[in-house]
């Protein structure tokens, strides 16, 4: 399969945990990465690999993966954590990469 | 300061074509892999392209054999060749970078916007 599913909506309340969720055949091979968008910006990767993130990006946040679903959990959302989520990975071939189509968070 | 820079970009009618550049700070492009990513407008993000060691390259069957990615290492720059152009490749233009020994796009461009229209 070359999809990545996403549900396009996810709501928390302020200082709650959230997770986010991404489904495809191909995570049962491959890690998912993880982006946050805010409105007329470039993406940011906030997790990666084996629940890595890069320098800055805050512990609240955390990735994880089981069978085909790759998950980003927020522990303790923030009202500057409202924004897009995109998760990508490899094709099943490996040689593509593919992207889920996001998930709007609002903190509310 | 690791950085893309990108230009290019801007209107073009349909059938036209364009080039994009994404200029490298701080690493050399044919340390990592470098890829395109775009995003039409209110929709979510889409891979084009990729290039491994300045000259392996794969496409999204949406544009292959109508864009080409290639690599100046002299110039230390990733270029996305547009051609045929159609009203759906409207979108902004993202560069970025592969993590070094992961899958992750870890440094992005700021973007570049195509508008196909006549």
Request: charge should be neutral.
């Amino acid at each position: 399969s070359s999809e990545l599913t996403q549900d396009p909506s996810v709501s928390v309340a302020l200082g709650q945990t959230v997770r986010i969720t991404c489904q495809g055949d191909s995570l049962r091979t491959y890690y998912a990465s993880w982006y946050q968008q805010k409105p007329g910006q470039a993406p940011v990767l906030v997790t990666y690999g084996k629940n890595k993130r890069p320098s800055g990006i805050p512990d609240r946040f955390s990735g994880s993966s089981s069978g085909n679903t790759a998950s980003l959990t927020i522990t303790g959302a923030q009202a500057e954590d409202e924004a897009d989520y995109h998760c990508n990975s490899r094709d099943t071939t490996g040689k593509h990469v593919i992207f889920g189509g996001g998930t709007k968070l609002t903190v509310l | 300061e690791v950085q893309l820079v990108q230009s290019g970009g801007g209107l073009i009618q349909p059938g036209g074509s364009l080039r994009l550049s994404c200029a490298a700070s701080g690493f050399t492009v044919s340390s990592n892999f470098m890829s395109w990513v775009r995003q039409a407008p209110g929709k979510g993000l889409e891979w084009v392209s990729i290039i491994y060691n300045t000259i392996n390259t794969y496409y999204a069957d949406s544009v292959k054999g109508r864009f080409t990615i290639s690599s100046d290492s002299s110039e230390n720059t990733v270029y996305l060749q547009l051609s045929g152009l159609r009203a759906e490749d409207t979108a902004v233009y993202y560069c970025a970078r592969g993590a070094l020994g992961e899958d992750a796009l870890d440094i992005w461009g700021q973007g570049t916007m195509v508008t196909v229209s006549s």
